[in-house]
């Protein structure tokens, strides 16, 4: 089973990146201040029940300055559950409700079952932690581009320990968002491209399949 995925496994500790920002949305006339943006979007997304869209993720190692392209269709049920449905080169899929994460491929019985602690993941507390203690966490810019969208940068402070940092490419108009990168503490770089969304009439994605074997880790 292929391990390259939006998570970063050590042992049984689970990292996760800021993809889970792919679905904020702005509100009209938002604030250029990254907070404010924050704070808005963090209120849309509760708001605006499951949605999915297209995803094409690059994965480009440290050192390297090309890497692996995949492709498929990010789901989202905020404040519970995403799901990665990759669909090109391997069909594999990932599922995080609550503290419980999934994963499993189309080609194996078998399945990984695990859980976490989300507001200690850095990426993930970006959900669920409010906006206030998110400042005491990060750093964030926002810069206002040529054709009117933004890119929204966060970063651990200096006196914190680590590397982990993202840009978010925002589209103010469409209320959806353009792309997404961020570096790890190892330096590996993930850049996505999102679009074609589409709002979900159920909310059947969000549970395990009942035909996988799952291992308890």
């Known amino acids: 089973m292929s391990?390259?995925?939006?998570?970063?496994?050590?042992?049984?500790?689970?990292?996760?990146p800021v993809a889970f920002l792919l679905f904020w949305t702005l509100p009209s006339g938002a604030d250029e201040s990254p907070w404010q943006l924050l704070d808005g979007l963090r209120q849309a997304l509760e708001a605006q029940g499951p949605v999915t869209g297209k995803f094409q993720q690059?994965?480009?190692?440290?050192?390297f300055s090309t890497g692996d392209a995949e492709s498929g269709h990010l789901s989202l049920w905020l404040p519970r559950c995403l799901r990665w449905n990759y669909e090109e080169p391997q069909d594999k899929?990932?599922?995080?409700?609550?503290?419980?994460?999934?994963?499993?491929?189309?080609?194996?019985?078998?399945?990984?079952?695990?859980?976490?602690?989300?507001?200690?993941?850095?990426?993930?507390?970006?959900?669920l932690v409010d906006v206030a203690r998110l400042k005491e966490r990060y750093t964030a810019e926002s810069q206002k581009l040529d054709d009117g969208t933004y890119e929204v940068a966060l970063a651990l402070p200096p006196e914190v320990e680590g590397r982990f940092s993202a840009k978010i490419h925002l589209d103010p108009v469409a209320h959806r968002i353009l792309g997404l990168e961020y570096s790890?503490?190892?330096?590996?770089?993930?850049?996505?491209?999102?679009?074609?969304?589409?709002?979900?009439?159920h909310t059947?994605?969000?549970?395990?399949?009942?035909?996988?074997?799952?291992?308890e880790e």
């Open 3 to 16: 391990q390259r995925s939006p998570f970063r496994t050590r042992g049984l500790k689970t990292v996760l």
């Open 58 to 63: 690059t994965y480009i190692p440290a050192g």
């Open 93 to 127: 899929s990932f599922l995080l409700c609550d503290d419980e994460v999934y994963f499993w491929n189309a080609d194996d019985p078998g399945g990984r079952h695990y859980r976490i602690q989300p507001e200690q993941e850095p990426g993930l507390d970006l959900l």
């Open 184 to 201: 790890d503490e190892e330096g590996n770089l993930t850049r996505f491209t999102v679009g074609d969304y589409k709002t979900l009439a």
């Open 204 to 215: 059947a994605l969000f549970q395990p399949p009942a035909n996988v074997e799952w291992t």
